[in-house]
């Protein structure tokens, strides 16, 4: 078998309802020099069943005892033996082109990453379509916008040499692990391009790692930090990253709303304004709240009114499951 173009990475943790979609959207693009590489995080489903079905080739399975998605995206990354990278959760899937589309774009510009728009599939059916801002192939020197866009591993195609000679590794003991992969892997790109299409689905289901909101979301503010020291003496980069940080931050006070110890949450809201004091103290003035409507922007950036709004919306959720 040649060497593969392209090595995906997909860790898998009880992943049954979504796995077969996924595999199936790898096995079937049109591009065929792939490596697919199935990582098996100790799942006590049926996803080992699933996984061994299939009888393609290209297929690399592996099983490992539960180990988190950071330390199984690097195994991964360990494992790759293709010319580029691509990460796919286990419960997104793929357009039938993506990696033709992604190779094509970095192979003949010869860049070290592109990404593309994508797709937000939520559990009642619909669809959204994502649009990332347009821009010309460049460094993120040239043009810092491009951190504050999309700071997930998926929806891209990275050069794995630029991966594994920069020792970009996830972080394995903090949830949201994978936001410092991506702003390094951007920081040491030289050369950064967009497809100007759609071809990834990002699945948002109730009891995925992004919706769950439990004592893990602290780690948020340990990865902001990681990201914010990464960057301290890249002067080009400051005002890009405060308004990541306070964008961030916000979405993650806001959604306080849906933890499921409000006790937690409001400390976590303590914690998380207490950053924005000592990181930006100017955090009010800043363009993120000006874009907002009024009222978002009065709950969004003072500490008692988005305590307010989140233990609101929990008593009226509570009230509503009572009922």
């Given at each position: 078998m040649n060497k593969a173009d392209i090595s995906i990475i997909v860790p898998i943790y009880n992943?049954?309802?979504?796995?077969?979609?996924?595999?199936?959207?790898?096995?079937?693009?049109?591009?065929?020099?792939?490596?697919?590489?199935?990582?098996?995080?100790?799942?006590?489903?049926?996803?080992?069943?699933?996984?061994?079905?299939?009888?393609?080739?290209?297929?690399k399975y592996y099983k490992n005892k539960n180990?988190?998605?950071?330390?199984?995206?690097?195994?991964?990354?360990?494992?790759?033996?293709?010319?580029?990278?691509?990460?796919?959760?286990?419960?997104?899937?793929?357009?039938?082109?993506?990696?033709?589309?992604?190779?094509?774009?970095?192979?003949?510009?010869?860049?070290?990453?592109?990404?593309?728009?994508y797709y937000k599939v939520y559990s009642n059916g619909n669809i959204e379509e994502i649009f990332v801002p347009s821009f010309k192939v460049s460094s993120l020197k040239e043009n810092p916008?491009?951190?504050?866009?999309?700071?997930?591993?998926?929806?891209?195609?990275?050069?794995?040499?630029?991966?594994?000679?920069?020792?970009?590794?996830?972080?394995?003991?903090?949830?949201?692990?994978?936001?410092?992969?991506?702003a390094i892997a951007l920081d040491k790109a030289t050369k950064i391009?967009?497809?100007?299409?759609?071809?990834?689905?990002?699945?948002?289901?109730?009891?995925?790692?992004?919706?769950?909101?439990?004592?893990?979301?602290?780690?948020?503010?340990?990865?902001i930090d990681i990201i914010r020291n990464y960057f301290k003496n890249k002067n080009y980069i400051k005002d890009i990253l405060d308004i990541l940080t306070v964008r961030i931050i916000t979405n993650y006070t806001i959604q306080q709303r849906s933890q499921q110890d409000i006790k937690l949450g409001m400390k976590f809201i303590d914690e998380a304004f207490d950053y924005l004091k000592k990181e930006i103290p100017d955090y009010k003035k800043r363009k993120y709240y000006k874009d907002r409507s009024k009222i978002k922007a009065?709950?969004?950036?003072?500490?008692?009114?988005?305590?307010?709004?989140?233990?609101?919306?929990?008593?009226?959720?509570?009230?509503?499951?009572?009922i």
């Open positions: 992943a049954e309802k979504y796995l077969n979609k996924c595999i199936d959207s790898i096995i079937n693009q049109t591009k065929k020099e792939l490596e697919i590489l199935l990582i098996n995080d100790g799942s006590t489903d049926n996803s080992e069943k699933i996984i061994k079905n299939y009888k393609d080739k290209r297929i180990q988190g998605i950071g330390k199984t995206r690097n195994f991964g990354i360990e494992k790759a033996t293709g010319k580029y990278l691509m990460f796919l959760d286990s419960d997104d899937y793929l357009e039938k082109n993506a990696c033709e589309k992604f190779f094509t774009k970095i192979n003949n510009n010869n860049l070290d990453i592109v990404l593309s728009n916008n491009i951190l504050s866009e999309h700071l997930a591993p998926w929806a891209k195609l990275y050069r794995r040499e630029l991966i594994v000679k920069n020792n970009i590794k996830f972080i394995e003991e903090l949830k949201y692990e994978d936001a410092p992969f991506v391009g967009k497809v100007e299409e759609s071809l990834v689905y990002y699945n948002i289901h109730n009891n995925s790692e992004t919706t769950v909101r439990d004592e893990k979301v602290f780690d948020i503010l340990k990865i009065m709950i969004e950036k003072r500490k008692n009114f988005t305590k307010l709004y989140c233990k609101l919306y929990y008593l009226k959720n509570e009230i509503g499951e009572k």
